[in-house]
């Protein structure tokens, strides 16, 4: 005679041994499933941390830059006080008294500019014509200068930390 169980607490070892697994398969997918979602919120962070750094380092060069030439209008509206010391200093004669006064202002003028950055272009007779810091004026045989150098300087010109501020005007000897 087959006896049944009729004991509702008793379950059938099989059919626990399958919920079992169910629920092992169902945690182990839920691990994986938030193991992946880890991976991803790491990444995702490694990728704002990079992108934050390069904005700091963007906003860093940007501040640096804006500081070397946060004098750029004022030492731009000091280059014609340059041509007119010169251009006084070549009229003045040589024994002239404000001479002295007008050479000392230029050179605690030039001292003062050179300190932010300010330097002069003044190319001399004979150089190469550098079209990044030169403007040929015109171009002219002159015996005894290499074709394509400078001949004469009409004007000085200026960087403000190797930016051009105005280039020198010069005159370029012709190529034959």
């Known amino acids: 005679m087959t006896q049944y169980n009729t004991d509702p607490n008793q379950t059938d070892p099989a059919a626990g041994d399958n919920a079992a697994g169910t629920e092992e398969a169902r945690l182990a997918e839920q ?9 991803q919120l790491k990444a995702q962070t490694l990728l704002e941390r990079a992108d934050l750094e390069n904005q700091r380092k963007r906003l ?37 008294p404000l001479r002295a006064g007008v050479e000392l202002t230029l050179r605690e003028l ?24 030169h403007q040929a004026m015109s171009i002219v045989d002159v015996p005894g200068v290499a074709p394509g150098a400078v001949a004469q300087v009409f004007q000085k010109g200026y960087l403000l930390n190797d930016r051009l501020l105005r280039p020198a005007m010069v005159v370029v000897a012709k190529a034959d």
């Open 110 to 133: 030039v001292k003062a500019t050179e300190a932010h950055g300010l330097t002069t272009v003044a190319p001399a007779a004979g150089e190469p014509f550098n079209p990044e810091h």
């Open 31 to 39: 691990v994986e499933q938030l193991s992946a979602e880890l991976e």
């Open 60 to 96: 860093g060069r940007e501040v640096e830059t804006a500081r070397r030439f946060a004098n750029e209008r004022l030492l731009s509206g000091l280059v014609p006080v340059f041509d007119a010391l010169e251009a006084g200093l070549a009229s003045a004669p040589e024994n002239d």
